[in-house]
């Protein structure tokens, strides 16, 4: 199982971006996707998660402005951000957990800057 993450960049505050992350291989129809962030000096930290009958679950400080969706056909996993704030800098990273075993993008950098 490959995870591919896509879509960070450098937005201004108030600004929005769309993740993506990709799933290949060997993907199961029950499973269980999310993102994480990491900020330098910070642990790593649940950002949103979907399960595979679309049940979300959000980090309580970034409800309301963000929404995470899947294609399941696709195997992909999205995370619309809205009104982006400087502390959202972080890297990004997708998670894929199926038949017990946990599967992690490489991550994508998101910066948060005027």
């Known amino acids: 199982v490959q995870l591919q993450a896509s879509g960070g960049g450098l937005v201004q505050p108030g600004g929005s971006l769309r993740l993506s992350c990709a799933a290949s291989?060997?993907?199961?129809?029950?499973?269980?996707m999310g993102w994480y962030r990491q900020s330098p000096g910070k642990q790593r930290e649940l950002v949103a998660s979907?399960?595979?009958?679309?049940?979300?679950n959000y980090a309580d400080s970034l409800k309301g402005r963000l929404t995470i969706s899947r294609d399941i056909a696709k195997n992909t996993v999205f995370l619309q951000m809205n009104s982006l704030k400087p502390e959202d800098t972080a890297v990004y990273y997708c998670?894929?957990?199926?038949?017990?075993?946990?599967?992690w993008g490489q991550g994508t950098l998101v910066t948060v800057s005027s």
């Open positions: 979907i399960t595979s009958g679309g049940s979300t």
């Open positions: 998670q894929l957990i199926q038949l017990g075993r946990t599967y």
């Open positions: 291989g060997t993907i199961r129809s029950n499973n269980f």
